[in-house]
T-cell receptor, first 113, second 115 residues
C-alpha cells in the first residue's frame, strides 16, 4: 500500500546549526507534499509545502526540496533555534478520490542551547 | 486558513461507554477528515466525513465503532463507541481548504483516556 518513510526518528542539533529531515514516498501519483510541526500538546501546524512541479521552496529559515524521480523530499531548517524543537511530520497527498494524506512517522527535533 | 473548533478538548471515560467529539469550522469546506494520533505516534486517517452521505472509512476502522455525522459543510461529529483502553488517543478533525484538499488544517484535538 501507500507508504511514507521518514528519517531520522530523532535529531539533536546545536543551536545555530542546520537540521535536515528526509522522507520517501511510494505512490508515484502523489503530487503535493506538506510538512507539519507539532509542539507538545498542540495541534500539527502546516509550516511549508511543495507541489510536484517545483523542485525547491524556501520560506525564511525553512526550505523543502523534492526529487520526484527518486520520490524523496526533505525539510531543511537553517540557523536552528530552541523554539524549533518539536515533532515534524512529512506527508504525501495522492491525486485520486478524496486526495488523502499519508503521514510519515515523525521526527523529534531537539535544538540544544 | 480555517478556524476549527473541536470539543471536548479532553475527557476521561469508562470502558464500554461512548463519547461524541464535535468539530465546527468557521467557513464552508468540502472535505473534513478525522484522524487518530496514538501517544508518540503519527497521524492515522480514520475516515472522510462526507456531507449528505455516509462517511468513507479507512482500512481498520468501521462505522459501528466510529460513527460519523456531517449534517452540513461546517460541522461534523465523531463518536467513539463502546470504548476500551486501546481507544485512548488524541482525535483530530481536519479540513482541506482547497478543492484538491491542499493546506490541511487541524482542530485542537480531543485527548481521550479510557479507564
Amino acid at each position: 500500500g501507500e507508504n511514507v518513510e521518514q528519517h531520522p526518528s530523532t535529531l539533536s542539533v546545536q543551536e545555530g546549526d542546520s537540521a535536515v529531515i528526509k522522507c520517501t514516498y511510494s505512490d508515484s501519483a502523489s503530487n503535493y507534499f506538506p510538512w507539519y510541526k507539532q509542539e507538545l500538546g498542540k495541534r500539527p501546524q502546516l509550516i511549508i509545502d511543495i507541489r510536484s512541479n517545483v523542485g525547491e521552496k524556501k520560506d525564511q529559515r525553512i526550505a523543502v526540496t523534492l526529487n520526484k524521480t527518486a520520490k524523496h523530499f526533505s525539510l531543511h531548517i537553517t540557523e536552528t533555534q530552541p523554539e524549533d524543537s518539536a515533532v515534524y511530520f512529512c506527508a504525501a497527498r495522492n491525486t485520486s478520490g478524496t486526495y488523502k494524506y499519508i503521514f510519515g512517522t515523525g521526527t523529534r527535533l531537539k535544538v540544544l542551547a | 486558513s480555517a478556524v476549527i473548533s473541536q470539543k471536548p478538548s479532553r475527557d476521561i471515560c469508562q470502558r464500554g461507554t461512548s463519547l461524541t467529539i464535535q468539530c465546527q469550522v468557521d467557513s464552508q469546506v468540502t472535505m473534513m477528515f478525522w484522524y487518530r494520533q496514538q501517544p508518540g505516534q503519527s497521524l492515522t486517517l480514520i475516515a472522510t466525513a462526507n456531507q449528505g452521505s455516509e462517511a468513507t472509512y479507512e482500512s481498520g476502522f468501521v462505522i459501528d465503532k466510529f460513527p460519523i455525522s456531517r449534517p452540513n459543510l461546517t460541522f461534523s461529529t465523531l463518536t467513539v463507541s463502546n470504548m476500551s483502553p486501546e481507544d485512548s488517543s488524541i482525535y483530530l478533525c481536519s479540513v482541506g481548504t482547497s478543492a484538491k484538499n491542499e493546506k490541511l488544517f487541524f482542530g485542537s484535538g480531543t485527548q481521550l483516556s479510557v479507564l
